[in-house]
């Protein structure tokens, strides 16, 4: 049996921050979760918060080189732990987020608080620091527009439809055509899906995501996307990645197969192109069971505890 999701993945990984437009940062990490900022006139907006406040706090030092500006917002784009818990660090004065994400904090944060620290132990640096959820403390159904004051643009949040979750969110400037997608697209990294709605994410969702027309793309994970052709070449390796698990779930269910013939069916299929990407072994167990309980009528995703998450992955890993 492989060691459980990632907790043997404990080396340190090479942090790059990419200046990508002026006043526009990213901060990728050979595939751990992405971060960035976004410069107003006389504010900041940064996105996503990392597992922990110790972990972010990193993150501000290095942006502090290139500005001193407070942190007026912190944009969510959705509410899973390791993108979210490190939030006081900030000190924003407004925490934004999908109206979605914060009923989701609300009905499974305490759960997947644990589920994610007990997968990902490396990312939960100086876990003891983190002083309780997250909570927004500003939502929107649809569109929120910041504007950046000066002749910055403005910052675009928008929800596209069900994807990853019921409440991602991207962020779009709208002066450089950069957007941050969060965990909606992944720059050769593979997706978790967990909470997903695949149907929906690989269809509509998506679809209204390429629709904006990036000419730099931030994903989840991975290394940032330059250009049309790579923005929407990552955008197509998540739906193929997403086609795939469909196709494949569902022909095991119609045949009247298990769960665990569904993963190794799912596995061989995606091994090639995509198994040498991060976390694909830890993701996939996770990934199947949500399709296989999307695809038997399962509406909403179950809610992942640290016990199911042992359970799920003895089952299909072993």
Same mark, same amino acid.
């Given at each position: 049996?492989? +060691?459980?999701?990632?907790?043997? =993945? $404990? /080396?340190?990984?090479?942090?790059? @921050?990419?200046?990508?437009?002026? %006043?526009?940062?990213?901060?990728?990490?050979?595939?751990?979760?992405?971060?960035?900022?976004?410069?107003?006139?006389?504010?900041?907006?940064?996105?996503?918060?990392?597992?922990?406040?110790?972990?972010?706090?990193?993150?501000?030092?290095?942006?502090?080189?290139?500005?001193?500006?407070?942190?007026?917002?912190?944009?969510?784009?959705?509410?899973?732990?390791?993108?979210?818990?490190?939030?006081?660090?900030?000190?924003?004065?407004?925490?934004?987020?999908?109206?979605?994400?914060?009923?989701?904090?609300?009905?499974?944060?305490?759960?997947?608080?644990?589920?994610?620290?007990?997968?990902?132990?490396?990312?939960?640096?100086?876990?003891?620091?983190?002083?309780?959820?997250?909570?927004?403390?500003?939502?929107? +159904?649809?569109?929120?527009?910041? =504007? $950046? /004051?000066?002749?910055?643009?403005? @910052?675009?949040?928008?929800?596209? %439809?069900?994807?990853?979750?019921?409440?991602?969110?991207?962020?779009?400037?709208?002066?450089?055509?950069?957007?941050?997608?969060?965990?909606?697209?992944?720059?050769?990294?593979?997706?978790?899906?967990?909470?997903?709605?695949?149907?929906?994410?690989?269809?509509?969702?998506?679809?209204?995501?390429?629709?904006?027309?990036?000419?730099?793309?931030?994903?989840?994970?991975?290394?940032?996307?330059?250009?049309?052709?790579?923005?929407?070449?990552?955008?197509?390796?998540?739906?193929?990645?997403?086609?795939?698990?469909?196709?494949?779930?569902?022909?095991?269910?119609?045949?009247?197969?298990?769960?665990?013939?569904?993963?190794?069916?799912?596995?061989?299929?995606?091994?090639?192109?995509?198994?040498?990407?991060?976390?694909?072994?830890?993701?996939?167990?996770?990934?199947?069971?949500?399709?296989?309980?999307?695809?038997?009528?399962?509406?909403?995703?179950?809610?992942?505890?640290?016990?199911?998450?042992?359970?799920?992955?003895?089952?299909?890993?072993?």
């Amino acid at each position: 049996m492989t +060691s459980f999701a990632s907790s043997a =993945d $404990l /080396g340190e990984k090479e942090q790059t @921050l990419e200046v990508l437009a002026e %006043g526009v940062y990213a901060l990728t990490a050979e595939g751990d979760p992405n971060i960035g900022a976004i410069e107003g006139e006389d504010f900041v907006v940064c996105f996503e918060a990392l597992a922990t406040p110790v972990a972010a706090q990193s993150w501000l030092e290095k942006l502090r080189q290139h500005t001193d500006k407070p942190v007026r917002y912190l944009i969510l784009s959705h509410y899973h732990a390791v993108r979210v818990l490190g939030a006081s660090a900030f000190d924003a004065e407004t925490i934004v987020a999908h109206e979605n994400t914060f009923a989701l904090i609300e009905e499974r944060g305490k759960e997947d608080w644990a589920s994610e620290f007990g997968r990902m132990p490396r990312l939960a640096k100086q876990a003891d620091s983190v002083p309780d959820l997250t909570w927004p403390t500003m939502t929107f +159904s649809d569109k929120l527009t910041i =504007d $950046l /004051g000066g002749d910055r643009g403005n @910052l675009v949040l928008q929800y596209h %439809g069900r994807g990853h979750t019921e409440g991602d969110v991207t962020a779009w400037v709208d002066k450089h055509k950069i957007l941050f997608a969060g965990d909606l697209v992944e720059a050769q990294a593979a997706l978790y899906t967990g909470d997903a709605f695949h149907r929906d994410w690989a269809g509509k969702t998506l679809d209204n995501v390429k629709a904006l027309g990036a000419e730099v793309l931030i994903g989840g994970r991975g290394a940032v996307s330059h250009g049309q052709d790579a923005v929407n070449a990552a955008i197509e390796q998540t739906r193929g990645f997403l086609a795939v698990m469909i196709r494949e779930v569902g022909a095991v269910q119609q045949r009247g197969g298990t769960l665990k013939q569904a993963f190794e069916a799912t596995h061989e299929a995606l091994h090639e192109q995509y198994g040498h990407w991060p976390i694909f072994e830890h993701c996939l167990p996770f990934d199947v069971s949500r399709v296989w309980d999307e695809l038997s009528g399962i509406e909403r995703p179950v809610i992942w505890t640290a016990e199911r998450d042992r359970e799920v992955w003895d089952q299909l890993q072993s």
